[in-house]
Every structure is written in C-alpha cells, then in structure tokens.
C-alpha cells in the first residue's frame, strides 16, 4: 500500500477536524480548552494543521477511518475529533488555563490562605480560698469557673496573602524562565499532540 500523506487525508474528511471538535460535548467540561478553539475560526485552524502536518504521512488510525466496519464515512471527522478530544483534551484544557493566569514572574512564592475558627471561646478561671495561717500548698477550699461564648465560624476567619521572592532564586532567572515559558505556543503544541496519533514519525 502507498503511504497517504495528511494533505490528502484531510481534504477526504467529510467535514472539519477542527470544526467537529469545537462542536463536541466533551469541550462542556474543558472550559478554557473550549474558550480557545472556539473563539478561532475552524477552518483557520484546519488550514494551520495542514501546513503543520500536511507533508508526513498518515498513522494506521487514519487508514483504519476508512474502514466502514471501524467508522461510518459520513461520521470520519467527528469520531476522530472525538478520539483526540478523549486522548488530549484534559491536559490541553490544564496548559491552556495554566498559560491564562495572571501573576507576578518576578516573584517565587504566592499563597493565600483562608482560616475559619469555631466561634466558641471558652475561658477557666481558678480561685482558692486559704483559712488564717494556712500553709499556701494546704487551701482550705477552692472554685473553678468555667464560662463559654458562641456564634458562628463566619464570625472569626483570617485571610492572608504572602507573596514576593524569598531569595531562593535571582529575578533575572525568573524573568528568564517566564519568557521560556512565553515561548510556548498552545496552538504548535497541540498540533504536535495531534501528530503523535494521525501521523508516523517518519518524514
């Protein structure tokens, strides 16, 4: 058999990769993943793919699509979509919020912490009573009172937020390593996730 290239593969789809997985009741729970293929056009993506992937050749899940027994011709696009969705879509979902989030690159420690207490204050107090000339070690009586306040825990809770660097790192290795991490482009590397399961290794 001919090796098939994913240029041909692509154009023998009965309808968009990228459009069958923006539509995919899976993206329901991926929120962010779903914010990102949706708010770009699919054909857009379908053609950034194509000149990604377009010259390497197809894997055996993509021949295995033509089989009428392993997938309806008509459904091809929507079963592989949902294959890839299944496969990748939590992890993309969790880079993509990751890449999302705003925060200081030049600080190495941010926490912020919320602590409820049980508004019940219970408070002891001790008195002894000495007769005349009584030894301080012999009492000749005592009390214990013991006194108890209540309410609810949302009247006592702390909020905290430290941040900012604790010397472990320099700022220039921060800012060196956010820019790294700026480097990473969602899209290429979602394309690269694709490839593992529609494309050999071979070029």
Same mark, same amino acid.
Not at 97 to 114: A, G, M, R, V, W
Not at 170 to 179: C, F, H, P, T, V
């Given at each position: ?11 023998? @789809? ?5 459009? *069958?997985?923006?539509? !995919?009741?899976? @993206?329901?729970?991926?929120? %962010?993943?779903?914010? #990102? ?5 699919? %054909?857009?993506?379908? #053609? ?14 993509? $021949? $295995?699509? $033509?089989? *009428?027994? +392993? ?11 949902? #294959?890839?969705? @299944? =496969? ?5 979902? =969790? ?8 925060? !200081? ?9 919320? *602590?409820?207490? !049980?508004?019940? +204050? ?8 000495? &007769? ?5 070690? %012999?009492?000749? &009586? ?8 209540? &309410? ?9 937020? +430290? ?9 220039? =290795?921060?800012?060196? *390593? ?6 990473? !482009? ?11 399961? @529609?494309?050999? =290794?071979?070029?």
């Amino acid at each position: 058999m001919l090796r098939m290239k994913m240029n041909k593969f692509l154009k023998e @789809l009965p309808t968009s990769l990228f459009g *069958e997985m923006a539509t !995919n009741t899976r @993206l329901d729970s991926l929120l %962010s993943l779903k914010t #990102l293929i949706t708010s770009n056009d699919a %054909s857009n993506l379908d #053609l950034l793919y194509l000149t990604h992937s377009g010259d390497k050749y197809i894997s055996k899940l993509c $021949y $295995y699509s $033509y089989d *009428e027994d +392993v997938m309806t011709p008509a459904d091809r696009s929507k079963n592989i979509a949902d #294959l890839i969705l @299944l =496969k990748f879509g939590s992890n993309w979902n =969790k880079m993509y919020k990751s890449l999302l989030e705003e925060y !200081n690159p030049t600080y190495d420690y941010d926490k912020t912490t919320h *602590e409820e207490f !049980n508004s019940k +204050v219970k408070n002891t107090s001790a008195s002894k009573r000495y &007769g005349f000339n009584t030894p301080a070690d %012999s009492p000749v &009586g005592d009390t214990d009172i013991e006194s108890e306040s209540s &309410g609810t825990k949302d009247d006592n809770f702390t909020d905290s937020h +430290v941040y900012g660097n604790v010397g472990i790192n320099s700022r220039a =290795k921060l800012i060196n *390593e956010e820019l790294e991490l700026r480097k990473k !482009n969602i899209i290429e590397m979602i394309f690269n996730d694709i490839d593992t399961m @529609l494309c050999l =290794k071979i070029y």
